[in-house]
């Protein structure tokens, strides 16, 4: 069965720093997909980032990039310039090919400190 | 693009009662969407995956009885929470995957049932 661990339960940096989140996860897949999905205090489950797994590039969004290493399965998310609305909980998710549903990690309470 | 709709967005009724969510995609047309419950600083835990005309299809340990699925379009999905009782209290979110990007949920905005 697949998991996704987030070994980081709560961090905090300055406005303005960069900040890596990390995700692990473990699947016998060779095709999947990996997400990052954020949640403010509203609660609304918002998408920041996907990655193919196929694709050896690692994807990115503006301020928000990961470093996807498929070997190691890590997946983990930088936020470059971070800003006073990154405040949030950030989850990762592995995507099941066959049904599309998601496996979901802990989540990482990230807070940004003006 | 991609936007999911939720309504109520918070409910607070009696024990014994029913309630009705409704989920819409409002963009896009959604194939399969999805039910999670979300308890406080927790992460989300799937309910159940249904697709437009067929039954859902429930994950272990979540009673197909009390909480009933509809799934008749291809833009509406409802929950309805049948008989609640105050543990029943809790955050549910839908998502729905649609034809255009079949690989990605979008998530609707949530809603909060409190049973008194």
């Known amino acids: 069965a697949q998991t996704v661990t987030q070994s980081q339960p709560e961090m905090s940096v300055q406005e303005a720093e960069t900040v890596t989140l990390s995700c692990t996860y473990d699947t016998s897949e060779n095709n999947y997909y990996l997400f990052w999905y954020k949640q403010p205090p509203s609660r609304q489950m918002i998408l920041v980032i996907r990655q193919e797994a196929y694709k050896q590039q690692n994807a990115t969004e503006n301020r928000f990039s990961v470093n996807f290493q498929k070997a190691a399965k890590s997946f983990s998310l930088k936020i470059s310039d971070s800003q006073l609305g990154d405040t949030a909980m950030y989850f990762c998710a592995f995507m099941k090919p066959i049904n599309y549903q998601l496996i979901w990690g802990a989540g990482t309470k990230l807070i940004i400190k003006p | 693009g991609a936007v999911v709709s939720q309504h109520p967005s918070w409910v607070i009724c009696k024990s014994g009662t029913s309630v009705k969510i409704e989920c819409r995609s409002l963009d896009f047309q959604a194939t399969t969407m999805f039910w999670y419950r979300q308890f406080p600083k927790q992460s989300l835990m799937l309910m159940a995956t249904s697709n437009e005309g067929s039954k859902a299809t429930y994950e272990q340990g979540v009673e197909k009885d009390k909480f009933l699925i509809n799934h008749a379009s291809l833009t509406l999905s409802t929950l309805t929470v049948t008989s609640a009782h105050p543990e029943d209290s809790s955050f549910y979110i839908c998502?729905?995957?649609?034809?255009?990007?079949?690989?990605?949920?979008?998530f609707g905005p949530g809603t909060r049932l409190t049973v008194l």
């Open positions: 998502s729905a995957r649609g034809t255009g990007r079949t690989d990605t949920q979008y």
